[in-house]
């Protein structure tokens, strides 16, 4: 019944590597999204993409980047890992809004830790 | 552009009492509000809508335009509505970056047995 599937639970990686997050969802939603999830912060958004090719800046854009080359798929790179990159990754995908489905699914996150 | 304030970081209750988890927004045009709720060890999920003014699991939620609120509400609370909330916003239009969910910071809720 997995819908929204982030390739990672956990991920630790050291500080400058190069980390990619991958977001792969079955439902053929136009949008996708990555956010991060920190206490007391709540979720912010990092980037996200309503057609294949296509993508918008978020909140914290800074120090990532994205891909998305197919419609179920939609990557985060983070370029060179710092540790103020450590947090809760959370991808979502939805329909447009508007359209009556409208709703965020989101996918189990991945807990990346840079040390 | 839009805002999410949810006052409370940390709400307790006990079971079998009315709780009420309060959000509060500001947008210029006509929203869309959500409530999401992610239980422990599990994945964010969509709790209810204001379009469609449902009841899920007990909770309901009226769009105040004239407050701007959107406060969550159930008249007796369970141990297993413990979780995190977040009230969430869309503008309710279409095309480019107004697709996006802008998300309150979050209640956490406890329920005492």
């Known amino acids: 019944d997995v819908k929204v599937t982030q390739s990672s639970r956990y991920l630790v990686k050291r500080t400058g590597e190069k980390v990619f997050l991958e977001c792969v969802q079955d439902m053929d939603h136009e949008n996708m999204f990555w956010y991060r999830q920190d206490p007391g912060l709540g979720l912010r958004l990092i980037y996200f993409s309503y057609d294949v090719k296509m993508k918008e800046k978020g909140d914290i854009p800074e120090g990532y980047s994205v891909s998305r080359e197919k419609k179920e798929r939609f990557s985060l790179i983070l370029e060179s890992a710092s540790t103020n990159q450590t947090s809760m990754y959370l991808c979502?995908?939805?329909?447009?809004?508007?359209?009556?489905?409208?709703?965020?699914?989101f996918g189990s996150g991945t807990r990346l830790t840079v040390v | 552009a839009q805002r999410v304030t949810q006052p409370e970081k940390l709400l307790s209750v006990f079971k079998g009492a009315p709780v009420e988890l309060k959000c509060n927004y500001s947008?210029?045009?006509?929203?869309?509000l959500f409530w999401y709720v992610q239980y422990s060890r599990q994945r964010l999920q969509l709790l209810l809508r204001?379009?469609s003014r449902e009841s899920i699991k007990g909770f309901t939620a009226d769009l105040n335009k004239g407050e701007t609120s959107f406060h969550l509400k159930k008249p007796f609370a369970q141990e297993e509505d413990s979780a995190m909330y977040y009230c969430a916003l869309s503008p309710r239009t279409s095309g480019g970056s107004n697709y996006k969910l802008t998300f309150g910071k979050g209640t956490l809720l406890t329920v005492n047995p």
């Open positions: 204001h379009i």
């Open positions: 947008y210029s045009g006509s929203p869309e």
């Open positions: 979502a995908s939805s329909f447009p809004a508007g359209s009556q489905g409208y709703g965020y699914t």
